[in-house]
Every structure is written in structure tokens, then in C-alpha cells.
């Protein structure tokens, strides 16, 4: 068995790949997923080169089936697990009228469905882990778009505001467990996902997916008597008119 291990859902690139690294080098082992099984198959690779324990799944998480299967081969693999990261999600941009039934069932099945299914089939591993060292943790990316509701993204929006309920229930309901449950909200990150607005946004401007995997390690280092169900990474560089995005 791992002295320390984590799953981390989307961890084939940007922000998950880089949290994956960061508790990599923590001196987790790590599972990785994804859907797409070339590139998650590199990235474990290079993870693997880097000295880090990482075991690759792949996994569509539209599918309850496959993430079920995904924490059960966690367990297998590691036979513990100290730290969920609900990380796997998309965004689509759309006209509050022209919105599709099946990009709005894609969103919500993959921002907030495959997270309520993962953190189920987690917590009885995630409350072992309390239990021995107080530490238990989940992080579940949410976005500042929850908070902002921008508009142009009214589905992607609303689906990251349930991550962030969905996320405060988790940490009422896990409290004295030894887990903790922490909602990040970050503005943009330079990754995949925002190659769409890197015109007007240079990456350089936007928050760096390390950032994100530095905000996961800092939630590590606290003490067990702390907890923090939110925080909000906004842009240093963003505008007045810009709501941290
Ligand atoms: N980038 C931002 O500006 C930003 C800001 C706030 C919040 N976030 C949130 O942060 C999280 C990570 O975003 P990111 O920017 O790192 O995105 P990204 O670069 O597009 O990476 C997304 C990850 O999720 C995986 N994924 C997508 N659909 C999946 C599915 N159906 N089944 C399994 N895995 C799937 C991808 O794997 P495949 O490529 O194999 O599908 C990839 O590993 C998301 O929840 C996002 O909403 C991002």
C-alpha cells in the first residue's frame, strides 16, 4: 500500500496535470485519468520519467460505470486514497437562445454529475485517511464563472455555482471526519480550455495551471484544524470591468 495517495480525474493536462505533479512530488502516488488514451498514456509517461508512481485510467466520466470503475482501480492500485481532485470538466460557450439539449446534458454530466458519482465511491477511502492523519482531502474545481455568471458561458456557469454548493454541503456534512472539501474558482488558467480567448488574453496574463496545483499544495500544509471550503483565484492582471475573470 502507498503512505499517501491521490486521484486526480482530468489529469492528463493543464490544471490536472499539474496538481497531479505537485502531489507527485509531494510524494503521492497518483492515478490519472482521461478520455483520451494516447494523450493521457504521454502524459503518465512523463510523470513516470519525472521518478513520480502514477497509474493511467482511462475514463470517460459522461459514463457512471467508468467512474466508478476508475475509484475502484484506484483502490486496487494504491489500496488507499488521501486525496480526490474533481478536476475534469468543459466549457461551452453558447447563446442563452441557442443553447443545445445535448451540450447542456455534456456539461452537466461532466462538471457536476461525474463529481457527485466520484466523491461517493471516495469518501469511504477519503474517511479511512481522515481517520489515521486528520487529512483527508477533496478539491473540486469549480470557477470563478459560478460566481461571476458570465455571460455568453450560462450553462457552464451554472453547472461550476452547483460545484460550489455541492462543495460546501460536502464540507459540512464530512466535518469532524478527518476529510476536508475545497472548492477552487479560479479566473482564466492557460490551458486547452481557454485557447478560445487567448487572443485577447495572452497567456502570460492568465493564471498559470501551477498556480492552481500551488493553491492544493498550500490546503496540504494546513493543519487538520483548518478548513476551507472556497477560495477564489482571480487574475492580478484582469481589468476593472473584467470580475477576475
Ligand atoms: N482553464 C481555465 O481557465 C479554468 C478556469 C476555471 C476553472 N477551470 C476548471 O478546471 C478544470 C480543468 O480545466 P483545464 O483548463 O485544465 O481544462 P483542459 O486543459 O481542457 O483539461 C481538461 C481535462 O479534463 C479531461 N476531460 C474532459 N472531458 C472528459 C470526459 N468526458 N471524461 C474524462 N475526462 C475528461 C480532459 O481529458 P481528455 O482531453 O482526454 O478529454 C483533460 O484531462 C475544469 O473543471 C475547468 O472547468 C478551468
Known sequence: MAERAALITGGSGGIGLAIARRLGERGYALT???????????????LANEDLKVEAVVADVTSEEAVVDLVAEHKRQWGRLDCLVNNAGIGIGQAIDGVQSKHFDRQVAINLRALVI????????????????GKGLIVNLASIAGIQSPAWLSVYAATK??????????????????????????GFVATEMTEFVQGEVPPEKMIQPEDIAETVSFLLNL??????PEIVVSRSAAGPDSEGL
Open 118 to 133: 466520484a466523491t461517493r465511491e471516495s469518501v469511504p477511502m477519503l474517511k479511512e485517511a481522515g481517520a489515521e492523519h
Open 32 to 46: 490519472i485519468s482521461g478520455r483520451q488514451e494516447e494523450k493521457l498514456l504521454s502524459t503518465a509517461e512523463g
Open 223 to 228: 493543519t487538520p484544524a483548518c478548513a476551507i
Open 161 to 186: 455555482a452547483a460545484v460550489l454548493s455541492y462543495s460546501r454541503s460536502s464540507q459540512k456534512e464530512l466535518a469532524g471526519s478527518g476529510v476536508c472539501c475545497t472548492a477552487i474558482a479560479p
